[in-house]
C-alpha cells in the first residue's frame, strides 16, 4: 500500500505557473506508475498526464500538452507537475495516483489516491 500526499496548489492569475508535488510514503514509489487527474466543479474527473515507473515514458491530455510536465524523483519517492501558460480553465483540484497496473489515462487503473489540492487561475 502506498500513501499520497499532494502540495504545491494555489491562486496564480492567467498565464502564471506552479508546480504540485506527490510525496508518497509507504511502498517502494518506483513500484508504482503515477499520473495527475483533475476536477472541476460540476465536472468529471479528467485525466492530465501520466508517468512510467521508472520515468522514461509520459503521456499528457491534449487539453495540456506543451503546458504540462510530469515528472518524478523515485530516489525522493515525489512526483510532480509542472503547470506552465495557465488558464482560467485549469482550475480545479488536482488529484495524484499511483497505478500497479501501468497507469495511463483510465482512472479505474489506479489504486492509490492523494486527497488532492486546489488549483485556481484567475483570469
Known amino acids: 500500500q502506498v500513501q499520497l500526499v499532494e502540495s504545491g496548489g494555489g491562486l496564480v492569475q492567467a498565464g502564471g505557473s506552479l508546480r504540485l508535488s506527490c510525496a508518497a510514503s509507504g511502498r517502494t514509489f518506483s513500484s508504482y506508475a503515477m499520473g495527475w487527474f483533475r476536477q472541476a466543479p460540476g465536472k468529471e474527473r479528467e485525466f492530465v498526464a501520466s508517468?512510467?515507473?521508472?520515468?522514461?515514458?509520459?503521456y499528457y491530455a491534449d487539453s495540456v500538452k506543451g503546458r504540462f510536465t510530469i515528472s518524478r524523483d523515485n530516489a525522493k519517492n515525489t512526483g510532480y507537475l509542472q503547470m506552465n501558460s495557465l488558464k482560467p480553465e485549469d482550475t480545479a483540484v488536482y488529484y495524484c495516483a499511483a497505478s500497479m497496473r501501468g497507469g495511463g489515462s483510465y482512472y479505474r487503473l489506479y489504486d492509490y489516491w492523494g486527497q488532492g489540492t486546489q488549483v485556481t487561475v484567475s483570469s
Open positions: 508517468i512510467s515507473r521508472s520515468g522514461g515514458s509520459t
